[in-house]
């Protein structure tokens, strides 16, 4: 499976960006598809994450109520809507699919199997 991610740029904090990742193909074991970010200095931390089966969202604390994951299962694509862009929030975003999504935790890298190449956000002050 091949994940294309892409959306990435320069935005002014306030801003918004789309990133995007199509999938070649959808035959996965697990139902998860996500985003992860990895700033400079920084382990990969866990974004967002969609369950492709129910729709059903995950979101790390600090971007609830600015980002938004959703699905486009005839493109076999997921997209991070992403508002109210901060500095902080720059970062490597990556794609990843092939997940097993929690009830009790959010997801870590270790639980996707299948990655996408990073695309670069940068949101200047």
């Known amino acids: 499976v091949q994940l294309q991610a892409s959306g990435g740029g320069l935005v002014q904090a306030g801003g918004s960006l789309r990133l995007s990742c199509e999938a070649d193909e959808r035959t996965f074991s697990y139902y998860g598809m996500g985003w992860f970010r990895q700033a400079p200095g920084k382990e990969r931390e866990f974004v967002a994450a969609?369950?492709?089966?129910?729709?059903?969202?995950y979101y790390t604390d600090s971007v609830k109520g600015r980002f938004t994951i959703s699905r486009d299962n005839a493109k076999n694509t997921v997209y991070l809507q992403m508002s109210s862009l901060k500095p902080e929030d720059t970062a490597v975003y990556y794609c990843?699919?092939?997940?097993?999504?929690?009830?009790?935790?959010?997801?870590?890298?270790?639980?996707?199997?299948?990655w996408g190449q990073g695309t670069l956000v940068t949101v200047s002050s």
């Open positions: 990843a699919a092939d997940g097993r999504l929690f009830r009790t935790r959010l997801p870590g890298p270790a639980d996707f199997s299948s």
């Open positions: 969609i369950n492709w089966s129910t729709g059903s969202t």
